[in-house]
């Protein structure tokens, strides 16, 4: 199993940075591909990015590839999400998933989800 706590939200005017952490404890974090996921009121739940644990490849959705970027540090068992250029429409929940799929795109590839971080985008 594991538990998974995010932090790293808050309020930015566009055009600004954050990073998210998602900080693991359980099982070896090195063995599951993280995933990150957002939730806007009133919508659905929908993939950002995600970093296997076998070779490390990432993945980005189309709205976020080139301002968005997720890496890990497996000595520290955390996730990360460096986001740059941030716009209004990247206001959401943010939420970090585990997986031990070697790629996770989809809500349903995950196992094991963080309570989320509020992400807002000043315009």
């Known amino acids: 199993q594991q538990q998974l706590v995010e932090s790293g939200g808050g309020l930015v005017q566009a055009g600004g940075s954050l990073t998210l952490s998602c900080a693991a404890s359980g099982r070896t974090f090195s063995n599951y591909t993280m995933g990150w996921f957002r939730q806007a009121a009133g919508k659905g739940r929908e993939f950002v990015a995600a970093i296997a644990w076998r070779g490390g490849g990432t993945f980005y959705a189309g709205s976020v590839k080139g301002r968005f970027t997720i890496s890990r540090d497996n000595a520290k068992s955390t996730a990360y999400l460096q986001m740059n250029s941030l716009k209004p429409e990247d206001t959401a929940v943010y939420y970090c998933?585990?997986?031990?799929?070697?790629?996770?795109?989809?809500?349903?590839?995950?196992?094991?989800w963080g309570r989320g971080t509020q992400v807002t985008v000043s315009s």
């Open positions: 998933a585990a997986t031990r799929k070697v790629v996770g795109l989809t809500a349903s590839d995950y196992d094991y």
